[in-house]
Structures are given as C-alpha cells and as structure tokens.
Nanobody
Framework: VQLVESGGGLVQAGESLRLSCGAS????????MGWYRQAPGKERELVAA???????NYLDSAKGRFTISRDIAKSTVYLQMNSLKPEDTAVYYC?????????????WGQGTQVTVSS
C-alpha cells in the first residue's frame, strides 16, 4: 500500500485547509485510515480516523473543527480542517492500518507540513 498526501501549506489562524491522501496497492486488508500529526519535540498523535465500517474517531481538540471523509471509488481520504489554530502546526501523516486476524501493520505517507500563523 502506498500513500501520497497533499494539501498542506501555510495559513493564518482561523483559515481552512483540506488534506488529501491517495492510496494505491492492495487495500483489501485495510481496516482503518486516518491522519496523524507530529509537532516538533512532540510525539505523533492521532487526529482523525475512519474505519471500514464507517466509525469515526477524533482527537478531542479536533472535534467540531476537523472532518475526516473518504471517497472509496478514488481510494482517497480527506481531512477538512477549519478554524485552524497555531497549535495545529505540525507535519500531518496519512495512515492506513492493515488488520489480518491479530496481525496489524501500519502504512504511512511521507507527511505534509501544515503551518498556522497567529
């Protein structure tokens, strides 16, 4: 599975961005797709995820501002980010998790920088 992100950039606080993640390869074992982020000096954290069954999970600080969605036909996952804050500044990574029985494996994109200025 290969993941390619796009859509990062520099915006001012209060503005919006939409990240896209195009997936290719054998997707049949992928159970969850999501977005993580990592700010300098901090651990990588889950921002939003969507399961193959349509369940959603969001970071508390992202609830109400960020929306994850998917286009199954295009094998693409999106992250719409509204009302951006300087603390949202980070490298955002697309993730696809493969689950086969009890074995899980994470695929990662190369990351896209999001910078929010105050």
């Amino acid at each position: 599975v290969q993941l390619v992100e796009s859509g990062g950039g520099l915006v001012q606080a209060g503005e919006s961005l939409r990240l896209s993640c195009g997936a290719s390869g054998i997707m049949i074992s992928i159970s969850t797709m999501g977005w993580y982020r990592q700010a300098p000096g901090k651990e990588r954290e889950l921002v939003a995820a969507i399961t193959s069954g349509g369940n959603y999970n969001y970071l508390d600080s992202a609830k109400g501002r960020f929306t994850i969605s998917r286009d199954i036909a295009k094998s693409t996952v999106y992250l719409q980010m509204n009302s951006l804050k300087p603390e949202d500044t980070a490298v955002y990574y697309c993730n696809a998790r493969s689950s086969v029985a009890v074995i899980m494996y994470d695929y990662w994109g190369q990351g896209t920088q999001v910078t929010v200025s105050s």
